[in-house]
């Protein structure tokens, strides 16, 4: 999501690395390349400047230690300014009040029922009971939108009644929730095109009207340094608690993320990074600046594994393993969909550390290819009867040909996902005998 900003930045460090002993010199030479690269990357210019002299400042004044070089020095003071310009320490919606009250609020176009629907999805998900409000009246089809992913959420829903006006829907439903016991109101507001008096005038008496703690700007990432201009009209008018940052996945600069906080003051909660239901991620400052810089996110990769694995499934999987039948193309094709369940390969390998050495568009490929590859190998699976899943050595010449036809693919392509499957199962097997010569306890007791 910051492509740009992180092959800027690898180059920048590559030359800091072999810097022997730090001078105002070598620092001014390498941090001119970390100020091109953020604006570059449509960091707000006074946000560079500031950025950079905080940096020279810590560079110049800190004594080096020993066993570490002065390149990584100056690398370790950029990443925590990072960290300190993408707001510090995590920081998340407040639902301690019941019912807890969002209020999502933005530019038209920036995302703001999509994601109305992400975070009713994820709360329900966690055990909450949420209720969105469609206090958008005025776009075509705003609520019928609203209804859909409410629905698809399993999330409650209150509509404009005929001649309502923003302010009493937004009463009406509160009393609703709190009758009907729903610990979130969501109130997925109106936009405009362009920040105008009578939207201000509208949501400033949507805020009194039901005064919530949560008061969310969701920012298209696309539109610039004009979202910086944007946050701080509605953080002026109506006083943001959070930001919620969408479309960074298809805005390879990104420098809105580290404009927005250091203009506002206010956290980034979440960042939309895809149209999918699940493509909304927390934001931890920390861990968004060891992305910015090329050093991978392990944590947040373990924590996407953990939520997209199906135990029961994997136990299943395990069992056979274990047995003396061994893995079919059933459980072959069970762990594709278990891998697709965790995202785009793009996004994934964000997460590894050195991930910013590869070109974002060298990214980009693999991710196609792999993608059009599981889609391949899934529709070859399904086209197979269930007792060739089950037994593959079944599947002779003129049985892969009807396979192949079936999954409009060539017969190369059938040979390739069997001999994949084949290798998978081999190897398997050769974990399951070493696992038998292990002493009880495995390698360590």
């Not at 990104?254 to 206010?266: D, M």
């Not at 947040?300 to 135990?311: N, R």
Request: proline share 3%; with cysteine; hydrophobic share 40%.
């Amino acid at each position: 999501m910051f492509d740009r900003l992180t092959s800027r930045l690898q180059t920048a460090f590559r030359n800091l690395r072999g810097v022997g002993q730090l001078s105002e010199k070598n620092v001014q030479d390498a941090l001119r390349e970390v100020r091109l690269a953020l604006l570059e990357a449509d960091v707000h210019y006074a946000t560079a400047k500031e950025f950079i002299e905080r940096v020279k400042a810590k560079s110049l004044g800190a004594t080096v230690l020993a066993g570490v070089a002065p390149g990584q020095q100056i690398i370790k003071a950029i990443h925590d300014e990072l960290v300190a310009l993408l707001g510090g320490e995590h920081r998340d919606f407040n639902l301690n009040a019941i019912p807890a009250e969002v209020m999502l609020l933005g530019l038209h176009g920036s995302g703001k029922t999509t994601t109305s629907g992400k975070l009713a999805r994820l709360w329900k998900q966690k055990g909450k009971k949420v209720l969105l409000v469609a206090c958008d009246i005025r776009r075509p089809a705003a609520v019928d939108q609203l209804e859909v992913l409410a629905k698809q959420a399993g999330a409650g829903i209150v509509k404009p009644q005929p001649g309502e006006s923003v302010p009493d829907l937004g009463r009406r439903a509160f009393q609703f929730a709190r009758q009907n016991y729903y610990d979130i109101v969501l109130y997925d507001t109106g936009g405009r095109f362009q920040i105008d008096e009578e939207l201000v005038a509208e949501l400033q008496a949507l805020r009194a009207a039901t005064e919530p703690q949560n008061v969310v700007l969701v920012l298209d990432a696309a539109i610039g340094q004009e979202s910086v201009n944007v946050a701080k009209t509605f953080h002026d008018a109506l006083g943001l608690t959070g930001l919620i940052l969408t479309k960074l996945d298809g805005d390879t600069r990104g420098g809105a993320a580290l404009s927005v906080v250091a203009v506002t003051g206010c956290p980034i909660l979440r960042v939309g990074t895809g149209e999918r239901p699940e493509d909304l991620e927390v934001f931890h400052p920390d861990r968004m600046a060891s992305r910015i810089l090329g050093m991978g996110d392990v944590v947040s990769l373990v924590e996407k594994v953990q939520e997209t694995m199906d135990v029961a499934e994997a136990e299943k999987i395990q069992a056979k393993f274990k047995s003396k039948e061994g893995l079919d193309l059933n459980d072959f094709l069970a762990q594709m969909r278990q891998i697709k369940k965790m995202g785009s390969l793009g996004k994934l390998m964000e997460m590894l550390p050195g991930a910013g050495a590869i070109a974002g568009d060298i990214r980009n490929r693999i991710e196609n290819d792999s993608g059009d590859q599981m889609k391949k190998f899934e529709a070859i699976v399904l086209s197979m009867t269930p007792r060739e899943r089950r037994h593959p050595d079944l599947l002779n010449g003129s049985r892969r040909k009807r396979v192949a036809k079936g999954a409009g693919v060539h017969v190369s392509d059938v040979n390739t996902l069997l001999r994949n499957f084949r290798d998978a199962r081999q190897m398997a097997k050769r974990m399951q005998r070493l696992q038998k010569r292990l002493p009880r306890g495995g390698l360590f007791r």
